[in-house]
Every structure is written in C-alpha cells, then in structure tokens.
C-alpha cells in the first residue's frame, strides 16, 4: 500500500571511522577483538527464533592465525534445513500483512544499533568478527561490516517509500493502485565469505519486502553473520522471518532448491555454484507453485585499461589499490591490467616499489593492508598458480611477490605478473587472491588491445579507465559498453558505495540487479493492481451503438 504515517528519513552514507591512533574508536575495537581471542564462540542455528545444535560442529579459525579457533559453529543438516523453511512459511503471513513501515523499522533499528559509537556496542563487536573471522583490517572491516550494512538498511528503506509512492494515474469516477506483495513462498539467501555486509542485506532485502528468509552463510563467515543475526533479533525481528541455517552448500540446495514453496533465491558467490542453482531450478520447474526469482552475483575478471594519457600516480593507486586490498578476495579486485609501451618504463620502477612496500599480517598490527587470504583451500588455489606462473611454460614474468607461507596463517605476498600473451591463463582466469596480471602493448594498437579486454574473460564485472584525454576515454567506454556493469574513469575498479554506484554485472558476472538501489528490492515484491470504479456502469451496450 501508499505510505503510512513513518516518512524513512533522507538517508546519507554512514561516516567511515579512522581508527586513527589514540582515538576512542580504535581503543574500542582494540577492545573487541581481545574479546573474540580470549573465547570460543558457540554458534547455533536460530530456526523459528529458537537456538538449535546439531552437535555437527565446524571450527571457525583466524586465516592470519590457523591454530587459534575462535567459534565452533553447529552446521545444518537435513532436518534442519526443512525445519528452517518450515518455520519461514509460518511466519509468511504474518509478517507480509504486517504494515511496510513496521517492517521497515525493524532494520533501520539495526542500522541505528550498528551505527551507535559506545564500547562493546555492535559496531565493534560486528567489524572485529570480521577482522577475525575473515582477516580483514580495520579499514576493510569498518567500510564492510559497518559502514555498507548501515547504508544498504537505510538507503533500501527509503528505496521502498519511493516505490510505494509511484503509483497509477486514476482518472474520474475510479481509483487506481499498485500495492507490493511480497512473493509466494520463502526466499533462500546464500551469501559468501568476504563480505559481512552482503550477508546481512541478501537476507534484510526481500525480508524487509515482506517475505521470509532461509539464510546460508558461508562457513568461514560464520562468526560475523552469527553477530549479524543477533543484531537483526536484537532489532525486533520477529521469530521465523529469517532463519540461520550454515551448513554446507549441496545439504541446502538439495531439499531447498527443489522445493514447491521456493519463491526465489539471492546469490553472491562462484559462477559454478550459481550456474548449479539455475540448472536446479530449472530442471524441477514443474515442481514450484510459482517461478522463482533468481538474482545472483558471481564472478569476476576485473580490468584497468590505461590509456597512453594516464596520469602515472593515478595509474599506480589504482592497481595498488585495486588489486591488493583484502588480498585481492573482492570480486571486483583488479586482476588484470593493460598498460600502454610509452609509460611502462616510468610505471614499472613506481608500480614495483610501491607492492614491496606492503606491510602483511595479522589484523591486530594496524600497519598491515595485506592480511591472509581465508582458507586453506584458497591458499592452495592461489599458490597452484603462482607455481604455474614460476614454470618456464607459463611465459610469464614474475615482476615482484610470488611467494606464500601458510605455516601460521595463509599468507601469499602480493604479487605482479607480465603476461607476453593478453590471453595468458593468469589474464584470463578468476584467482581471487593478491595477484595482478599485465600486458605491456603497442600504443599504436590500443584499440585493437581494447576490444580484446572486451573479449578475453567470460565475465562482465568491474572495470576501470585510466587517461586523462576525454576523446579517448569516451571511446574506450563505448567499445567497454558491455564489459562491466560498474566501470570507473579514473579510479580503481572496487569500492561501490551504496546510494552511489549500485553494484552488479551481466554476462558471466551475475544477473547485474543492482544490490544497493531500487532495482535490487523491486525483484522482492509481486505487485498487484487494483482498479475501484466509483460509478459504475449499468447497462451493456455503449452509447454509439444506438442508430436512433
């Protein structure tokens, strides 16, 4: 329905804290990561409002110290999975004919709790089960987990008053209406390991459209989406709307992906897991009361293009930047580059300096941008790689890095590759860690260069254009068109803020729905028309019929 008697405030970005030494803010957080190192967290499944254990436990561990367990997490099994879309059924109803505004108060609740500056409060709590849990800095962590999760719950609440708002002309003798419904059935929210705040809005999102949740984190995630749970009770979420259910992958999508009650499904994560969710849906299509919505973000080959223009510093920030924050675990990570011959060797002698000169390590030493990457399983992807990279078939030069040690944690330097081949496998394939691939080409042949970029990888993510001639950028991005859904002109290939740069791609890069805008939240709701006549007609003939 139109809107009632709560006007969502006009939302802004959340401030970004500094952590600046001596601060408050840095004591605080200082303070709450102690607090995780000096317990192990017991984390349940929450079906129905209710804790449930399984006794299946999966040992949460700090990347950057693999020996130290932080949370033992009980994982869902079968049983729990259909009790979670149980529970999400039965409270369909009742939170859907609960009024948009109540709902919506719920998560700007949570936002304003995760916004509030004391100590122990969530915004600590929250960005060091990151920090820990998934080894991000404090930078990192703060615009993820606080900044990103307060923004995507105030700017989606006032995305849906404005789309309530527009509404059917109704001419005289009727009243015409759109009403937002939210879908029929439950929602499965499966969110990846790298970013708490796309856990908390996969879920958030079509909850706070009406519909209920049946939430799988990823494992190594579990610790900060454990506190973003809590967070959303605390709020006042009422019990079934979102359920808790880590486990892993194929127990869910077995009974969930089949099931006839399956109204959608909202994805971030690998291009293989999301290509089998569509599969899966597909193949039981005769099964479903309704066609699921299926909104998903995947993968990505991320590019900087430099044109001949470039300024030199803007050009190294970038790929820095770009490249290695977080260790490169963004799907929007620059991990290839193209740079023109004439500013290569200016380049070169900076690019190198400014990667050795990377603090790496633990969280809890504030010097450190690189921290480990999450896993034993991605460590061993990446250093498969870099072995390849080292081969003398690779063809590839090893400009800086190429090393890693996982003997305390799962660190791997970060690391610039030369590729003679623009088609070489590190310029091509996804390997989501610290490793940056360039091609050094002809300036004469730049467009030639450019539709390549276009060409070479499957996906369709992220992308960035360096130069500073306005005629050349402009047709770098025409023939770019298609090549990523967020693409930035002088600037490094990450960082969309909500509000600002909506975040999605096509191709193989997901079905570019756009999280952190209205295009996002409107794939969450089933509008209805309802057409009231006034005066009514009451006979059945029309009036030019009458050849009196």
């Known amino acids: 329905m139109q809107s ?3 006007k969502v405030p006009a939302p802004v970005n959340e401030p970004i804290f500094g952590y600046l030494k001596g601060s408050p803010e840095r004591a605080h957080l200082k303070a709450a990561l102690i607090a995780i190192e000096s317990e192990v967290v017991e984390i349940p499944c929450i079906i129905g409002g209710k804790e449930v254990r399984t006794g299946n436990i999966f040992e949460i561990r700090m990347p950057h110290d693999h020996k130290h367990v932080i949370a033992k997490m009980h994982l869902a099994g079968p049983k729990e999975v259909q009790m979670a ?12 004919l609960l009024p948009w505004f109540e709902r919506t108060k719920i998560f700007m609740k949570a936002a304003d709790l995760l916004a509030t500056n004391v100590p122990n409060g969530w915004r600590y709590r929250i960005n060091a089960a990151t920090m820990h849990g998934q080894s991000k800095n404090a930078f990192q962590a703060e615009v993820d987990s606080a900044c990103e999760m307060i923004d995507f719950f105030r700017f989606n609440a006032s995305y849906y008053e404005r789309l309530l708002q527009e509404q059917p002309i109704s001419i005289t003798g009727q009243h015409n209406l759109v009403e937002y419904r939210g879908l029929e059935g439950f929602v499965l929210a499966i969110t990846p390991f790298n970013f708490t705040a796309i856990g908390g809005n996969l879920a958030a999102a079509p909850a706070m459209c009406g519909n209920t949740i049946v939430w799988k984190p990823s494992e190594t995630q579990g610790l900060s989406a454990y506190r973003t749970m809590q967070l959303f009770m605390e709020a006042g979420l009422p019990p079934g709307v979102i359920n808790f259910i880590p486990a892993p992958g194929p127990i869910v999508g077995d009974i969930a992906l089949k099931h006839p009650e399956l109204a959608g499904v909202h994805f971030t994560g690998s291009t293989g897991t999301f290509n089998h969710i569509i599969k899966t849906v597909g193949t039981n299509i005769e099964t479903f009361h309704t066609y699921p919505r299926i909104v998903g973000e995947t993968g990505g080959k991320d590019f900087v293009f430099a044109d001949p223009s470039a300024d030199l510093d803007t050009l190294r920030v970038a790929l820095v930047r770009g490249a290695f924050e977080y260790q490169g675990q963004k799907c929007s990570a620059a991990s290839r580059a193209y740079i023109p011959q004439s500013l290569w060797p200016k380049l070169q002698t900076a690019l190198i300096a400014e990667i ?9 030493d504030f010097r450190n941008l690189v921290n480990a990457v999450i896993d034993e399983r991605s460590f061993n992807k990446i250093s498969g790689y870099l072995d390849w990279a080292k081969s003398p078939d690779s063809k590839i030069k090893v400009l800086t890095g190429g090393e890693a040690d996982k003997s305390k944690g799962y660190f791997v330097k970060p690391t ?3 590729a003679s081949d623009p088609k070489a496998r590190t310029m091509c394939e996804e390997i989501f860690g610290p490793v940056l691939s360039l091609y050094v080409y002809d300036d004469a042949k730049k467009m030639e260069m450019v539709k390549i970029c276009n060409e070479t990888s499957p996906y369709a993510l992220t992308g960035a254009i360096i130069g500073q001639d306005r005629y050349a950028v402009g047709e770098m991005m025409t023939e770019l068109r298609h090549a990523a859904g967020n693409i930035y002109i002088n600037d490094k290939p990450t960082g969309a803020t909500v509000g600002q740069q909506p975040f999605g791609g096509a191709r193989k890069s997901g079905t570019n729905d756009k999280a952190g805008s209205a295009l996002n939240l409107v794939r969450w709701m089933s509008p209805r028309t309802i057409k009231e006549t006034f005066v009514s007609p009451k006979q059945v003939l029309y009036p030019y019929m009458d050849e009196a």
């Not at 149980?86 to 939170?95: D, F, V």
């Not at 050795?356 to 809890?364: C, P």
């Open 85 to 96: 879309i149980g529970a999400a059924l039965k409270a369909k109803r009742e939170w859907e």
């Open 4 to 6: 009632g008697p709560f």
């Open 356 to 364: 050795e000169k990377i603090k790496i390590g633990d969280v809890r």
């Open 416 to 418: 610039l590759l030369q």
